[in-house]
């Protein structure tokens, strides 16, 4: 699979601590297989929330629960094209940038919104991927 990132010059590049958080366009070439992962939740192998009222915490339970999702179907997180996040406080989410950028350094296109409430209140953030391999 060859995957080309683009930054268009005539669109804002989001920069946070350093980082770029995105691509505004990922394209791929030679698509084999598209793996589309269901939003992921703090949630340990027992469905217990990690991380209550820590979004660093949560942001990481995320991060492995995309991991080993994407593992069963034979990918990896470089493989990820494509991201949408869902958090409760926006503010907060941008506090925790290495976290994201230790799971999705690969840095996939991404939509991230502020929602009211996930499925339970103890949740902070959800996040749904689309990869290709």
Do not use: W
């Not at 990481?60 to 470089?78: F, H, M, P, S, Y």
Request: hydrophobic content about 45%; overall charge negative; aromatic content about 8%.
């Amino acid at each position: 699979m060859k995957r080309m990132n683009y930054q268009p010059e005539a669109l804002a590049e989001r920069v946070v601590d350093g980082h770029t958080l995105y691509y505004h366009v990922v394209a791929v070439e030679e698509t084999k297989r598209f793996i589309f992962v269901a939003g992921q939740l703090a949630r340990d192998k027992q469905a217990n929330c990690v991380g209550k009222g820590d979004m660093g915490a949560q942001l990481r339970q995320v991060g492995e629960n995309v991991k080993a999702a994407l593992a069963a179907a034979g990918a990896t997180l470089d493989d990820i094209v494509k991201t949408n996040t869902y958090v409760t406080d926006l503010d907060e989410f941008f506090k925790h940038v290495d976290v994201r950028m230790e799971y999705f350094r690969a840095m996939p296109t991404s939509t991230t919104v502020e929602v009211r409430r996930l499925s339970h209140p103890d949740f902070m953030v959800e996040v749904e991927v689309l990869a290709m391999v």
